[in-house]
């Protein structure tokens, strides 16, 4: 952790370290500014709708990383080790640390459609070159309740915040894609067959329509609810008309699905992004 360069993973104090110091690009110093004002600032006089965020924000418990490109090949095998890295290093940082992984902002404007695409590239890669197995415990269908990404032999809640929405502040982010992976292990006890879970909902859900200025969006769900699907919450649609009707991700438990040369970590480590 806290190698040069910030395709690496990086704790909280290393990241603003290095943003103060000019050794990042500037679109990695917009994100983190940007995520931070939105995580500890407040909209409609309504703080961030997830006060789990906001606390591990405030102890300096996230870690982070930068993607060159959500589509090249070689800055995605990096971002492969830098996940496997996050797995095995999170249980001993913080009792919630989840990975924030910003995305360079494209050339030019993108459609809503384009940002899901984006996504369900980077997911689809990730899941290709896994060098684990699918855990045997979580169904490989998207179209069940208690479907999840898994990586690294675990299953993770990616959240997506991007540029094209306009009223739903929450998952807004100006600079580009943005992605907050979460292991769902840190989840136990707060999940929706607790009290504390349907408690830690009410109380999201109520800032999320204050923060929001909108009723929460009809496909936000819980994790092994009946008629909830997961894969709809990774990016919210905006337009239904450019959201995938269906999970583009084709999971499988057919394992390994490339060469071992491409599975091993490490190996297609690529120079660090260089400070603009």
């Known amino acids: ?6 395709q690496v993973l990086l704790d909280q104090e ?3 370290s290095r943003i103060e110091d000019g050794s990042v690009p500037d679109w990695v110093k917009k994100h983190f500014r940007t995520f931070k004002r939105s995580m500890l600032g407040e909209r409609n006089d309504a703080p961030f709708p997830c006060y789990f965020g906001i606390e591990v924000m405030k102890q300096g418990d996230l870690l982070y990383t930068a993607v060159g490109s959500p ?6 095998l990096r971002f492969r080790d830098t996940l496997l890295e996050y797995l095995d290093t999170y249980p001993g940082h ?3 640390a989840p990975l924030v992984a910003f995305f360079r902002p494209p050339d030019r404007e993108l459609s809503e459609a384009a940002y899901h695409e984006r996504l369900w590239n980077v997911l689809q890669f990730l899941h290709v070159h896994d060098p684990e197995p699918w855990p045997e415990d979580i169904p490989t269908d998207p179209d069940t309740p208690r479907w999840e990404f898994c990586f690294g032999g675990e ?10 929405y306009d009223d739903r502040m929450s998952r807004y982010c100006p600079i580009g894609l943005e992605i907050t992976f979460q292991p769902r292990a840190v989840f136990e006890g707060i999940t929706a067959d607790t009290v504390a879970g349907q408690r830690a909902r009410k109380v999201i859900q109520d800032r ?4 929001d200025g909108v009723c929460p969006h009809a496909n936000i769900g819980d994790w092994g609810v009946e ?3 997961e894969w709809h919450q990774y990016l919210l649609p905006s337009d239904d008309e450019q959201a995938p009707e269906t999970c583009p991700m084709e999971p499988s438990r057919e394992h390994p699905k490339v060469s071992e040369r491409l599975l091993t970590p490490g190996r297609q ?3 660090p992004v260089e400070a603009e």
């Open 269 to 271: 480590r690529s120079p």
């Open 71 to 76: 589509t090249d090949k070689e800055d995605l």
């Open 1 to 6: 952790m806290n190698e040069p360069g910030v």
């Open 208 to 211: 999320l329509e204050d923060y």
């Open 227 to 229: 008629g909830d699907r």
């Open 94 to 96: 913080a009792d919630r």
């Open 14 to 16: 290393t990241i603003e």
């Open 155 to 164: 299953a993770m809640f990616p959240t997506s915040r991007a540029p094209f």
